[in-house]
């Protein structure tokens, strides 16, 4: 119960630091659990429906707010759904394939640090293909390791000038919300195949913890934070990450 509380603890911190920029966290609730000795096969769905919790309140509020720009982020989100549930169906090994997400992540942020965003381009498009192969992509990866997926694709927009940082954080949120479910989906029915779905229940002190930092991350987001603030912090969250996953697949 000590284990947890603790966990509970810093998941609400994790929570209010990544939803400032419209993420859900997963990443690094996977480490804390894995540093809590928690079992492998349960980490993607833990992770998720922290997601889930977090990320419902953030997409709530940009909703009401008018920052999500549906109609440019739909078909990213249409091809992305069915890949996050396939690729939590799949059980890989952990090693290779957390060394390969540290290094794409450590990409991510090096190209959002070398090149600040400027102001959104109106015209600003994804080109014909690219955004269900955007969407299909990260969707698959995000099922795979119970992440939701917009630490891949706030950098990207980001880079393209997509949209302002406020939109952005609003559109990597959705992107979360979505691919979180689709995968949480897809990974519980591997789990209880397994027989040990029950065993999630034991985590439920999480859920109100994230949606309590959640909330309060969003908060300060959309209200407190200069725009160019939330893409440098958008840069140094997938690089902490990233680190953190290299350096995990190596020393493993």
Known sequence: MTVLAGLAGAFFLTAMAYAIVGFGGGSTY??????????????????????????????LHYARAGLIPWRRLWPIIACSVPAAWLG??????????????????????VALTVRQPGPARKDAVLVPGLAPALGAGIGLLAGLVGIGGGIFLAPLLYALRWAE????????????????????????QRISGSG?????LDYWPLLPAVLVGGQLGVWIGSRRLPDHWLARITALLVFVVALRLVWRAVAG
């Open 30 to 59: 996977t480490a804390l659990l894995v540093l809590a000795e928690t079992d492998y096969r349960l980490l993607p769905a833990v992770s998720l429906a922290c997601n889930v919790t977090v990320v419902s309140g953030s997409v």
């Open 88 to 109: 939590g169906l799949v059980e890989i090994p952990e090693r290779a394939f957390i060394g390969l997400l540290g290094v794409a992540l450590l990409a991510s942020a």
């Open 165 to 188: 940082a406020k939109a952005i954080a609003a559109s990597a949120a959705t992107f979360i919300l979505v691919n979180s479910l689709a995968g949480l989906i897809g990974q519980s």
């Open 196 to 200: 040990d779905l029950d065993s999630l």
